[in-house]
């Protein structure tokens, strides 16, 4: 399974696609969708993809559009972060990531 193109929005501290920081769904290792009922923010009941199968997606567009992701960004600008405390990071892995901000200047 691949994705050709995956389109995520950015949360507070990095959450995308229903990945949560320090949640179970970000430690599951196979390469599919799956259900939780357990999400830390309302609604519990969701379905979303792993971090194996957003890391084999052969684009991203990864989206920091809402103020409240400012830090979030520069969290996960820090090399040191993981996903595990910012599932946003495992967009790093794909070859041709690209970043949309309406805060951040180059």
Known sequence: KKIDIIILETKENG????LFANHHTIQNEES???Y???SPKFPKK???ITKNLISKSKVSFLLFINQNTKNTYETFSNQNTNPQNCPATITKEI????IISNFIKK
């Open 36 to 38: 939780t009922e357990t």
């Open 95 to 98: 070859k041709n990531l690209y």
């Open 15 to 18: 959450q995308i696609a229903s």
């Open 32 to 34: 599919k969708f799956i």
């Open 46 to 48: 969701r379905i979303t």
